[in-house]
């Protein structure tokens, strides 16, 4: 099951820390690592910070886009130094451990951490579920990059060992076996949604306001099973097929 849940690492400037990251995961027997354009990798600094973990840089997934660092994952969380001005849904690091093993049983999960200086866009943030923020000093919130990931990382290993089961009614409905949608799915999605309210001129792209924002905080919420996510790209498909007539 740990082998489910991923490290995405994004834009990481010093090659250091993707070391001190990938020793951060295997201390606590976590192995999939991805970097979404690392500014420097391979590099010789990062193998040395690895110290003997140089097993997970070297089976290290090097990606050119967020969207393909996600892709199968159907729970994605993006760790935050900052409270954003645009509330989303937020959880601590248990919390975010919990629903993760929980989640890995099923469907692959994505642990997101963003760039040195700036962390993750707002963008890269709305193709998480949930935001999750290690409470730390309110004055000096910002953990090293591979700190955090050592706090995520334990709280993992401790869920799995614990055997969480997190909230179980997000994987399943009585009796029924719900079969989730994965990050890549979603991305075609919101691409649908986005072109149908075009075409049907409710969303115009000059003036966006935050439409696009709001409908991605509300799917992440519901998270679709398999049936639902048909419904409704069959739904649009059919406005768009009305509407060109
Ligand atoms: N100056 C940046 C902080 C970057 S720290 C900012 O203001 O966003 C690099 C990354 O480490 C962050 O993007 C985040 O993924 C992770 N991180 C650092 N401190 C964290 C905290 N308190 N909680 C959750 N993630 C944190």
């Known amino acids: 099951m740990l082998a489910?849940?991923?490290v995405v690492l994004v834009n990481t400037t010093h090659p250091g820390n993707i070391g001190a990251a990938a020793r951060a995961m295997k201390t606590m027997r976590l192995e999939k690592l991805y970097l979404v354009q690392p500014e420097k990798f391979p590099c010789a600094e990062a193998t040395a910070r690895?110290?003997?973990a140089d097993d997970i840089l070297a089976a290290a997934h090097v990606c050119d886009s967020l969207d393909a660092a996600l892709a199968g994952c159907s729970l994605v969380f993006g760790a935050s130094a900052r409270l954003r001005t645009i509330a989303w849904p937020q959880v601590g690091p248990r919390e975010c451990a919990q629903l993760a093993v929980a989640e890995s049983a099923s469907g692959e999960v994505a642990?997101?951490?963003g760039r040195e200086d700036s962390g993750l866009t707002n963008a890269e943030l709305e193709r998480c579920h949930y935001l999750m923020h290690i409470p730390s000093n309110p004055a000096y919130s910002s953990l090293n990059l591979a700190a955090a990931v050592q706090v995520m990382?334990?709280?993992v290993?401790?869920?799995?060992?614990?055997?969480?089961v997190g909230d179980a009614s997000l994987v399943r409905v009585p009796g029924e076996y719900m079969e989730r949608v994965t990050a890549d799915e979603m991305a075609q999605?919101?691409?649908h949604l986005r072109q149908t309210?075009?075409?049907?001129?409710?969303?115009d792209p000059a003036k966006p306001r935050r439409l696009m924002r709001r409908m991605h905080r509300m799917f992440n919420r519901i998270q679709l099973d398999r049936n639902e996510y048909n419904i409704l790209r069959g739904i649009l498909?059919?406005?768009q097929k009305k509407h060109s007539k």
């Open 4 to 6: 489910n849940i991923r």
């Open 50 to 52: 690895a110290s003997g």
């Open 111 to 113: 642990l997101v951490f």
């Open 153 to 155: 990382a334990y709280e």
């Open 157 to 164: 290993m401790m869920a799995y060992d614990m055997g969480a």
């Open 189 to 191: 999605f919101y691409e």
């Open 197 to 203: 309210m075009i075409d049907i001129e409710f969303f």
């Open 237 to 239: 498909t059919a406005v």
